[in-house]
């Protein structure tokens, strides 16, 4: 599924590409798309491909693909956003294109998210290592104007990494219900975000 996504949606260059942390266990842990909501994927994206299990899978989070009957509220404020303001897929993915930095998911036994800044330092280090790579990958493949993150984390990736390159950044807030802020209309605060910034009008 993220080969398709990639197939059909990652041609370069793209003009923002907006930049989340790492797979949540509802999301692209299920469908291969970051933020991936089912709903999204299946009907927007128009996605539908077979979803592998990994050797070893969590026995409180199975992978189940399309067929995952849990919502991913994050990817259905980020797309949901994103649909309604290109009813066309294929629109908004002309000249956006949405990536992680980091493409692991962490769960802990109880099957909570784990998220990668919760790592012990040195094991952090090494998993950011390959991570600057992969982003730095992205940014040489699809060109873009703007590198927006999505939330705290990212953003501190995205100007570490990015620092010495010409483009430009931004942030909005995470679409996370773990976030307050994120709970009082997350779509007006990201729109305002992008709109003073430049990237939307």
């Known amino acids: 599924?993220?080969?398709?996504?990639?197939?059909?949606?990652?041609?370069?260059p793209k003009r923002v590409v907006f930049l989340g942390m790492n797979p949540g266990p509802f999301g692209m842990t299920q469908t291969g798309v970051p933020f991936g909501e089912i709903?999204?994927?299946r009907d927007w994206m128009k996605l539908d491909r077979p979803v592998g299990k990994p050797a070893m899978e969590h026995p409180k989070r199975p992978v189940l693909g399309l067929a995952c009957p849990r919502s991913e509220i994050s990817g259905q404020r980020l797309w949901g956003l994103f649909a309604r303001r290109y009813p066309k897929a294929g629109n908004f993915f002309a000249d956006h294109f949405v990536a992680n930095f980091c493409p692991l998911a962490f769960l802990e036994a109880s099957g909570r998210n784990f998220t990668p800044d919760k790592l012990p330092a040195t094991e952090l280090k090494l998993l950011l290592a390959a991570c600057e790579c992969h982003l730095r990958r992205v940014v040489e493949i699809l060109q873009p104007?703007?590198?927006?993150?999505?939330?705290?984390?990212?953003?501190?990736?995205?100007?570490?990494?990015?620092?010495?390159?010409?483009?430009k950044r931004g942030k909005i807030l995470h679409p996370s219900p773990a976030s307050p802020a994120a709970n009082r209309d997350w779509a007006g605060t990201a729109t305002q975000q992008l709109i003073q910034l430049g990237v939307w009008s």
């Open 1 to 12: 599924m993220h080969e398709a996504y990639l197939a059909k949606y990652g041609a370069g």
């Open 145 to 167: 104007k703007w590198l927006i993150a999505v939330g705290d984390f990212a953003e501190r990736q995205v100007e570490r990494v990015t620092t010495a390159l010409p483009i």
């Open 39 to 41: 709903s999204a994927v």
